[in-house]
């Protein structure tokens, strides 16, 4: 598939075994999403551009190479974005940060946004969407496009794991956006749920259920 980034490290691995376990708890849940969205953001951020400058190590002056935090905009669809947020934040602490709420409707499956507050100048920003979960792919397509009505141009949709049908509906819709997942999954049941996927990933990381 193109443009779809399926990282497939141990360590992702691992953490996805744990984080798919019905038996994994909140607290855990939590951390091992965390842990993952910062696992994946090492591919993610692969070609960040960063800016040359001099420091001053103990010995000598040298040229070193960062990043500028506040070039990148996250965006967590609410809400289980947020914790894929809150892992991100942990290496890019200056990263901007805009909350995209959008629910998917339980019986069309249709997305239903709520609430948006987003930071300025989009175009000139790497936009990068999080969510765990790209089932149906509707949430995930309706957000590239609220993101592009606002001038963004360079858009990463990043998730833990998608459905096949999630991959097609986001590509069709915006065929220039790359995904970045742990797993491509085997298929969506008659409810929309990613098989064998983890549940619903809000209820799992706020203990909602
Ligand atoms: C889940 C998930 C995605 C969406 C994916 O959120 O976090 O946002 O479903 O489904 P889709 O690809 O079929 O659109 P949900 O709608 O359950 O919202 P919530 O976590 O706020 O309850
Ligand atoms: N949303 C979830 O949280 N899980 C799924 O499997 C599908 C949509």
């Known amino acids: 598939m193109e443009r779809v980034f399926q ?9 996805l075994a744990l984080l798919r376990d019905k038996h ?23 070609d960040l551009p960063s800016i040359e400058m001099e420091i001053e190590t103990p010995l000598a002056r040298s040229k070193a190479r960062m990043v500028d935090g506040k070039k990148i905009a996250l965006f967590p669809i609410l809400r289980a ?25 339980s019986q069309t499956l249709s997305p239903v946004p709520y609430y948006y507050k987003l930071p300025p100048n989009l175009k000139d920003k790497e936009n990068i969407i999080l969510d765990p979960m790209l089932a149906t792919g509707g949430s995930a397509a309706h957000a590239v496009s ?3 009505e606002k001038g963004a141009k360079n858009i990463k949709f990043v998730c833990i794991i998608s459905a ?22 085997e298929y969506l049941n008659s ?7 983890l549940g619903d990933a809000g209820d799992r990381l706020f203990g909602t259920k």
């Open 81 to 105: 974005g947020l914790i894929m947020a809150s892992g991100i934040l942990r290496l890019i602490p200056n990263a901007l940060v805009g909350h995209l709420g959008i629910y998917r409707d």
């Open 191 to 197: 409810h929309g749920y990613i098989v064998p996927g």
């Open 24 to 46: 994994t708890e909140p607290k855990e849940f939590r951390e091992l999403v965390e842990e993952l969205s910062m696992l994946l953001a090492y591919e993610v951020f692969r």
């Open 164 to 185: 096949p049908e999630g991959i097609k509906t986001l590509h069709s819709a915006h065929p220039d956006v790359p995904i970045f997942t742990a797993s491509v999954d």
């Open 7 to 15: 990282i497939n490290h141990p360590l992702i691995q691992h953490k």
């Open 146 to 148: 609220v993101l592009k």
